[in-house]
T-cell receptor, first 114, second 111 residues
């Protein structure tokens, strides 16, 4: 059974046209993350939520926003996608136990910008 | 600053062994290891929490030397299913208490 679900799996958007990617989880984990992964690179953390607390990485462009309306759902909004935003976007969840945790990744959404 | 992984890529024949190293310039309190197959999401392999700790997952094991700020992943008697990109994710206060993935090591196992 899928534990971290991302929709859609593939998204094509036009340059400058806002797009929203969604993530849901059935694990009831308190931490959710959004990563951007470009070809042949490591996943790069954009932001994460620790419960309702939002943590933005210093180098995440303002063009990227996120919402977490409840424990199960998290959204990534790209307000004005540029060609450089084409990438795989990975959602992950974790729960902190005894000072450590493992991250469960969703299958990712591959974003194409035309 | 991203941790350094070596080698960048390695090709093995089935049954051969490999070691992937992860080195950090910052103090660590844990190291995560993930494997990602092409077109798929990263999958958690293991966490090492203490200096000198070793863990295992199937025929994959790892060590963590807290003092040297290094971790190594050992793949023994490699199988075709081991092919993929391996990422280390050190964790420490100087990394902002979050995972910062290394650049990855591409492992290809041939029959």
């Amino acid at each position: 059974d899928a534990m971290v679900i991302q929709n859609p799996r593939y998204q094509v958007t036009q340059f400058g046209k806002p797009v929203t990617l969604s993530c849901s989880q059935t694990l009831n984990h308190n931490v959710m993350y959004w990563y951007q992964q470009k070809s042949s690179q490591a996943p790069k953390l954009l932001f994460h939520y620790y419960d309702k607390d939002f943590n933005n990485e210093a180098d995440t462009p303002d063009n990227f926003q996120s919402r977490r309306p409840n424990t199960s759902f998290c959204f990534l909004d790209i307000r004005s996608p540029g060609l450089g935003d084409a990438a795989m976007y990975l959602c992950a969840t974790s729960i902190r136990l005894a000072g450590s945790y493992e991250q469960y990744f969703g299958p990712g959404t591959r974003l194409t910008v035309t | 600053q991203q941790p350094v992984q070596s080698p960048q890529a390695v090709i093995l024949r089935e049954g051969e062994d490999a070691v992937i190293n992860c080195s950090s310039s910052k103090a660590l309190y844990s190291v995560h290891w993930y494997r990602q197959k092409h077109g798929e999401a990263p999958v958690f392999l293991m966490i090492l929490l203490k200096g000198g700790e070793q863990k295992g997952h199937e025929k994959i094991s790892a060590s963590f030397n807290e003092k040297k700020q290094q971790s190594s992943l050992y793949l023994t008697a490699s199988q075709l299913s081991y092919s993929g990109t391996y990422f280390c994710g050190p964790e420490g206060a100087e990394y902002g208490n979050k995972l910062v993935f290394g650049a990855g090591t591409i492992l290809r196992v041939k029959s």
